[in-house]
T-cell receptor
Framework: DTAVSQTPKYLVTQMGNDKSIKCEQNLGHDTMYWYKQDSKKFLKIMFSYNNKELIINETVPNRFSPKSPDKAHLNLHINSLELGDSAVYFC?????????????FGEGSRLTVL | KQEVTQIPAALSVPEGENLVLNCSFTDSAIYNLQWFRQDPGKGLTSLLLIQSSQREQTSGRLNASLDKSSGRSTLYIAASQPGDSATYLCAVPMDSSYKLIFGSGTRLLVRP
């Protein structure tokens, strides 16, 4: 039973398109995140949500719009895709905002922009 | 600004060998340090979480130590197996929130 699940796992699309990645966690956690892993394998936080409220927005272009319909879901919508958006996007969750517990990751969504 | 560095970037060892992976961080005011494993094409799996008040944590063949004053953590893997082959990442929270700062990882290959 997957704790943090993302869909789709792979996404190939053309520049200029709009796409979404969905994330769901069944751990009962309050806090969810989006991380981006670039071609050099560096992982950087993009957003965090706590109980559907935006907490962290790491100077990500406003073409990226996270949406949290409830605390178990955090979706990522990307408008006007650019070549530089190609990366693996990871969803994660933690019990709450305090940095005292473990972070659980999904398996990632590999986005390729052509 | 917190920076996390992992050395070596890659490591290849024969099966059965004990090994140590290193992680260093520039700001010692951390809440905890977490070690993750990432398999190719997969997400990250949490291995060990060490709170700032702890000096080490153990899970099976893995032992992680934390020395806040020197800004260092090590992950010790005993009796390595080919199944341990993966990339190992360490991460620390930026502040009291869960904005994790990741190292660039150590890619481990255990040869049969």
């Amino acid at each position: 039973d997957t704790a943090v699940s993302q869909t789709p796992k792979y996404l190939v699309t053309q520049m200029g398109n709009d796409k979404s990645i969905k994330c769901e966690q069944n751990l009962g956690h309050d806090t969810m995140y989006w991380y981006k892993q670039d071609s050099k394998k560096f992982l950087k936080i993009m957003f965090s949500y706590n109980n559907k409220e935006l907490i962290i927005n790491e100077t990500v272009p406003n073409r990226f719009s996270p949406k949290s319909p409830d605390k178990a879901h955090l979706n990522l919508h990307i408008n006007s895709l650019e070549l530089g958006d190609s990366a693996v996007y990871f969803c994660a969750s933690s019990q709450d905002l305090r940095a005292t517990g473990e972070l659980f990751f999904g398996e990632g969504s590999r986005l390729t922009v052509l | 600004k917190q920076e996390v560095t992992q050395i070596p970037a890659a490591l290849s060892v024969p099966e059965g060998e004990n090994l140590v992976l290193n992680c260093s961080f520039t700001d010692s005011a951390i809440y905890n340090l977490q070690w993750f494993r990432q398999d190719p094409g997969k997400g990250l799996t949490s291995l060990l979480l060490i709170q700032s008040s702890q000096r080490e944590q153990t899970s099976g063949r893995l032992n992680a130590s934390l020395d806040k004053s020197s800004g260092r953590s090590t992950l010790y893997i005993a009796a390595s197996q080919p199944g341990d082959s993966a990339t190992y990442l360490c991460a620390v929270p930026m502040d009291s929130s869960y904005k994790l700062i990741f190292g660039s990882g150590t890619r481990l290959l255990v040869r049969p």
